[in-house]
């Protein structure tokens, strides 16, 4: 395979070439040995390097997912500011995402909010420094329903999501229930965005 045109203009309709996957996060903090042992548990990972102000952490295949850099006199987190709004994890399957969040309670690390959004099932938590965090298992089983499901009317009366308890959802396995029954949104009508602030 030879070398792309790199001169050539994009088509009418195109953009740019999009990358082949999210590689990591970099997060700003005061106290690095706080966020750096929060990751580690909430995400069962491990230090990669951890030498200054900086420690890398990974979970998987990759070197890093999650970089912490600790710069004096950052301030706290202004929740009315522009910026990133919450980083979000995948799990395979609903029991994995409920197993996860049994061991994050285990450990003292609480949900801030559970919701079903209709094309995923989702526990948020934050972290000491406020940044929300999403962990979630897809309700589709591919891509192309779940965008479906996002383009009809179900999801245009209520793009936010019907609030569930995750013990509920354990017990529920426990008595039988089938994952898929589990992931099928009850539908409550229309919602405002919930006050992220105050969670």
């Known amino acids: 395979m030879g070398l792309p045109d790199f001169d050539a203009v994009p088509k009418e309709g195109q953009t740019t070439l999009p990358p082949s996957a999210l590689a990591h996060v970099v997060l700003r903090t005061a106290n690095l040995k706080r966020m750096q042992d929060f990751y580690t548990t909430f995400l069962g990972g491990h230090v990669v390097f951890a030498g200054g102000p900086l420690s890398f952490i990974a979970y998987d295949d990759e070197h890093h997912r999650i970089a912490l850099i600790e710069i004096p006199d950052t301030a706290a987190k202004i929740y009315k500011s522009c910026g990133l709004e919450h980083i979000a994890f995948a799990f395979p399957t609903l029991a994995d995402l409920l197993l996860a969040y049994r061991q994050r309670k285990h450990h003292g690390i609480l949900p801030v909010w559970s919701v079903n959004h209709g094309p995923t099932t989702s526990i948020y938590y934050k972290d000491p420094d406020g940044n929300m965090l999403e962990t979630q298992t897809d309700n589709f089983p591919s891509a192309d329903e779940a965008t479906a499901f996002m383009m009809g009317p179900l999801f245009a009366e209520n793009a936010i999501g019907t609030d569930f308890d995750p ?10 229930k089938t994952e898929d029954e589990l992931k099928r949104r009850p539908e409550i ?6 006050n992220f602030e105050t969670m």
């Open 167 to 176: 013990e509920a959802l354990i017990a529920a396995l426990r008595q039988g």
């Open 189 to 194: 009508g229309s919602r405002a965005v919930p």
